[in-house]
C-alpha cells in the first residue's frame, strides 16, 4: 500500500476497505501508511532529493556476493546523501535503527549500486525504520545516522562474512 500510494501520489485513505495482496485496508493501516509516506517526504526534503533520486521496493544485488542482496523498502540516493527507510508494519518486537544491520547492508547495497567508483563522495547516511504500531508506544519513527567509525567497524565485519559464506564465519 505504501509503495502504491507513494508511486500514485494518493492518499492511502482512498483505498480504505479495498483488498490488497490479500489483506483489508484498515483505518490502523491508513493512519500507518501515512505516518511512513510523511516520513519519506521529510527525509527527501530535508536531503534535497528529487522524486527521480527515490526507489520504492527496490531489490539490490551485491557485485561482491550473488548472495548478498535484499529489497529495501524505501532507498534515497541523492547526489550529496544516500537514506534507507524501512518500514515495520509488526507490533511484536520494536525495532531499533542504531546499528541495525538491515539497514546497514541496504546501505551498503544502495552505496554500491548509486555511489560506485566514487564510493566516497557521498553525504551523510540516514538510517530510518518507521514502525507505527510499536506495541511499547515509542518513537513511531526512529532515526540513525552512522558515524564513520561505525561505517568502518561494519564494513570489516561484513567482508569477513563474505569471505565466509553459509555459517562459517565465527
Same mark, same amino acid.
Given at each position: ?9 494518493? =492518499? ?12 483489508? @485496508?484498515? +483505518?490502523?493501516?491508513? =493512519? ?9 517526504? *521529510? ?13 520504492? &521496493?527496490? /531489490?539490490?544485488?551485491? %557485485?561482491? *556476493? ?12 541523492? !547526489? ?5 527507510? =524501512?518500514? #515495520?508494519?509488526?507490533?511484536? @518486537? ?19 549500486? /548509486?555511489? /560506485?567508483?566514487?564510493?566516497?563522495? $557521498? ?5 530510518? @525504520?518507521?514502525?507505527? !504500531?510499536? $506495541?511499547?508506544? &515509542? &518513537?513511531?519513527? #526512529?532515526? $540513525?545516522?552512522?558515524?564513520? =567509525?561505525? $561505517? #568502518?567497524?561494519?564494513? %570489516? ?10 555459517? +562459517?564465519?565465527?
Amino acid at each position: 500500500l505504501g509503495q502504491r500510494c507513494y508511486l500514485l501520489g494518493c =492518499d492511502p485513505g482512498e483505498f480504505l476497505g479495498e483488498e490488497i495482496e490479500g489483506y483489508e @485496508v484498515t +483505518q490502523e493501516m491508513v =493512519d500507518s501508511i501515512r505516518i511512513y509516506l510523511e516520513t519519506i517526504e *521529510s527525509v527527501r526534503e530535508e536531503l534535497g532529493a528529487t522524486r527521480e533520486e527515490c526507489h520504492c &521496493e527496490l /531489490f539490490m544485488e551485491s %557485485e561482491l *556476493s550473488s548472495e548478498f542482496g535484499g529489497t529495501a523498502d524505501f532507498v534515497i540516493a541523492a !547526489r550529496d546523501a544516500v537514506a534507507i527507510i =524501512d518500514f #515495520k508494519y509488526g507490533s511484536g @518486537v520494536n525495532v531499533q535503527a542504531e546499528n541495525n544491520l538491515q539497514l546497514l547492508c541496504y546501505l551498503y547495497l544502495a552505496l554500491e549500486r /548509486f555511489y /560506485f567508483p566514487h564510493f566516497g563522495s $557521498w553525504g551523510q547516511p540516514v538510517l530510518v @525504520v518507521v514502525q507505527p !504500531r510499536t $506495541w511499547n508506544h &515509542e &518513537e513511531k519513527v #526512529k532515526r $540513525w545516522e552512522p558515524g564513520l =567509525d561505525e $561505517w #568502518k567497524e561494519f564494513l %570489516e565485519e561484513l567482508r569477513e562474512v563474505i569471505k565466509h559464506p553459509r555459517g +562459517q564465519y565465527v
